[in-house]
T-cell receptor, first 114, second 112 residues
């Protein structure tokens, strides 16, 4: 079982609010990812990190930002939430060269912006 | 940019029938992974294929990686209701960035 945790699991917030989705993994993985997924739809990579102080934007344009100050922690922040941000956000991690680069996913954070 | 398409998008089968989903990349991949996501859940790793033409089996599931390393398939023999979910392939890039591009997914529904 993977040790990657996301909080909150479910959140309803008002438009214009700032929100941070937390993601932590205890496996010591160097690479971490954030995906956005609407129900039943494909996964879109929005941010990834190869290690501490290394972050890159993914293929899907996102108004969110991320930081990687510690190996185990990869929070995602929305400065001003909008209804179009309503979605599920999945955090994931992997370690280069171990277990065949298996990507482990957290259980997801369901965000609703009203 | 790099794209990974899967077909079909949806598949309904009667329990006991076989099922196949196909994954096609616009570029050559370093490896391909397959994941299963149950309704309401998160993707869970199934397998990784690395070599050109590689075939791997897991019980009723057979995975294949194309010779050109641009396509892959997942075949399920004699589907069961527990096979319900969305199957995603994820292509590893050859640029060494370890960025995985997920396919569009195939949603499987098994009718009892």
């Amino acid at each position: 079982e993977a040790d990657i945790y996301q909080t909150p699991r479910y959140l309803v917030i008002g438009t214009g609010k700032k929100i941070t989705l937390e993601c932590s993994q205890t496996m010591g993985h160097d690479k971490m990812y954030w995906y956005q997924q609407d129900p039943g739809m494909e996964l879109h990579l929005i941010h990834y990190s190869y290690g501490v102080n290394s972050t890159e934007k993914g293929d899907l344009s996102s108004e969110s930002t991320v930081s990687r100050i510690r190996t185990e922690h990869f929070p995602l922040t929305l400065e001003s939430a909008r209804p179009s941000h309503t979605s599920q956000y999945l955090c994931a991690s992997t370690q280069t060269g171990s277990s065949g680069n298996t990507i482990y996913f957290g259980e997801g954070s369901w965000l609703t912006v009203v | 940019g790099q794209q990974v398409m899967q077909i079909p998008q949806y598949q309904h089968v009667q329990e006991g029938e076989d099922f196949t989903t196909y994954c096609n990349s616009s570029t050559t991949l370093s490896n391909i992974q397959w994941y299963k996501q149950r309704p309401g859940g998160h993707p869970v790793f199934l397998i990784q294929l690395v070599k050109s033409g590689e075939v791997k089996k897991q019980k009723r599931l057979t995975f294949q990686f194309g010779e050109a390393k641009k396509n892959s398939s997942l075949h399920i023999t004699a589907t069961q209701t527990t096979d319900v979910g969305t199957y995603f392939c994820a292509g590893g890039t050859t640029s060494g960035t370890y960025k995985y591009i997920f396919g569009t997914g195939t949603r499987l529904k098994v009718l009892a």
